[in-house]
T-cell receptor, first 117, second 113 residues
């Protein structure tokens, strides 16, 4: 079945540093990838939609200069949290879309837990 | 604005019973509706997709219904098992080339042995 690999699974960094999270589709090509964040006991919040070869589409309230998304190939998307602060600490999850008769069915990575000190 | 609502309270049921989870949506005209399962600290896993012209879809012990008039989907797990304990998320999906997938609040199901 479809597999999405996400790295790192957890990261601790100092305030003011940048952190890059990678999301790879291992056995299929993903034209579209989605990035979500999730706070404890809350649902997934869509941050942005990433389309290969074009700029990401950010959801309202998500700072595009803060959360840089690059989707340079059909199997790799990256999320860089720039100048991270403690409030950016969260669980970040990527997903890759496969079209199923017109619908985007998502395969998710295992998630990356970011802790900013 | 668009809204997706699921039972906000956790659902506790006895093993062997049927669990029924509800997903209501507003300001959507979905062509599809998806259900996912999420275990703690993990990414969600796709379970089922139902199209707007389908009333019901089944997969093993799972059954999903989709009522576009009521703007509601029901998700049933029959003969529930403790291993079914997880959070279940619904995602209505509109038609179109670049569909974004947004999720409901999720319902936490606990199956008691």
């Amino acid at each position: 079945g479809a597999v999405v690999s996400q790295h790192p699974s957890w990261v601790i960094c100092k305030s003011g540093t940048s952190v890059k999270i990678e999301c790879r589709s291992l056995d299929f090509q993903a034209t579209t990838m989605f990035w979500y964040r999730q706070f404890p006991k809350q649902s997934l919040m869509l941050m942005a939609t990433s389309n290969e070869g074009s700029k990401a589409t950010y959801e309202q309230g998500v700072e595009k200069d803060k959360f840089l998304i690059n989707h340079a190939s059909l199997t790799l998307s990256t999320l860089t949290v720039t100048s991270a602060h403690p409030e950016d600490s969260s669980f970040y999850i990527c997903s890759a879309a496969q079209g199923l008769s017109g619908a985007n069915v998502l395969t998710f990575g295992a998630g990356s837990r970011l802790t900013v000190l | 604005s668009q809204k997706i609502e699921q039972n906000s309270e956790a659902l506790n049921i006895q093993e062997g019973k049927t669990a029924t989870l509800t997903c209501n949506y507003t300001n959507y005209s979905p062509a599809y509706l998806q259900w996912y399962r999420q275990d703690p600290g993990r990414g969600p896993v796709f379970l089922l997709l139902i199209r707007e012209n389908e009333k019901e879809k089944r997969k093993e012990r799972l059954k999903v219904t989709f009522d576009t008039t009521l703007k509601q989907s029901l998700f049933h797990i029959t003969a529930s098992q403790p291993a079914d304990s997880a959070t279940y998320l619904c995602a209505p999906l509109e038609s179109g080339g670049y569909q974004k997938v947004t999720f409901g609040t999720g319902t936490k199901l606990q199956v008691i042995p």
